[in-house]
């Protein structure tokens, strides 16, 4: 199934102006994972995948990307980077950034240029070396279970990353590249510039819009 977990009446009312399914959330949650934890709850299945609301994907491939390679392994909890093509992202603390080690689980995720290239004087965009983490996630029903019991962590609150909950507590989050890119909406600012790209988009598809 796929549903739209929402405390907002705007957004339950456009998903289901083209058939899609809201689940309204009454309480507060501290973040996206506790609210779909919360989901998960009331329904069956082993795994759930979050994608969030201010993270646009802008291929369907990115979710094939993510859930197929967890489904062959024995992670408990995934996501996604891809390589960072700019600089101006690189120094961006809008955007995060991930580093994995070798069997590609996270290592740490921060809004900091990780790694920092010491001898360096540009700080420079390293290919196969900076990754910008998208903000997709899959876990098993168990790992979620585990997550939302956990209290925040002093990094998460540094940080305002959630993930960084599973890494203070020792959980693995193992990682896998993809070469499709997603858009954030961190700010009013941002929506302009976002519609262009999706309309734009949908004009290469041929999907009309308004």
């Known amino acids: 199934d796929v549903l739209v977990a929402t405390d907002d009446e705007r957004i339950k ?9 809201v689940v309204m959330m009454t309480e507060p ?3 996206g994972t506790d609210r779909v934890a919360a989901v998960a709850d009331s329904r069956t ?12 994907l802008l291929h369907p491939d990115l979710i094939t990307d993510l859930v197929e390679p967890f489904l062959a392994s024995e992670a408990t909890m995934g996501t996604l980077k ?13 955007v995060v950034k991930v580093t994995t080690d070798r069997e590609g689980y996270a290592l740490y ?4 240029p990780i790694p920092l290239v010491r001898d360096d004087p540009k700080r420079a965009a390293v290919p196969g070396l900076h990754f910008i983490h998208l903000g997709l996630y899959i876990y098993t029903r168990e790992t979620l279970q585990r997550l939302t019991a956990l209290p925040t962590g002093t990094l998460e609150e540094a940080e305002k990353l959630e993930q960084l909950r ?38 290469g598809l041929g999907i009309t819009h308004s």
């Open 13 to 21: 009312t456009a998903v289901q102006r083209f058939g899609g399914q």
């Open 29 to 31: 949650y501290r973040t």
């Open 45 to 56: 299945g082993d795994c759930f995948v979050d994608l969030q609301g201010d993270e646009i």
């Open 82 to 94: 891809r390589q960072i093509d700019s600089d101006q992202d690189l120094h961006n603390p809008g």
């Open 109 to 112: 995720f921060s809004r900091a």
């Open 166 to 203: 599973a890494l203070e507590n020792g959980m693995r989050i193992r990682v896998w590249e993809t070469t499709h890119g997603s858009l954030r909406i961190d700010s009013p600012e941002d929506v302009p510039g976002a519609l262009k790209q999706l309309h734009s988009r949908a004009t």
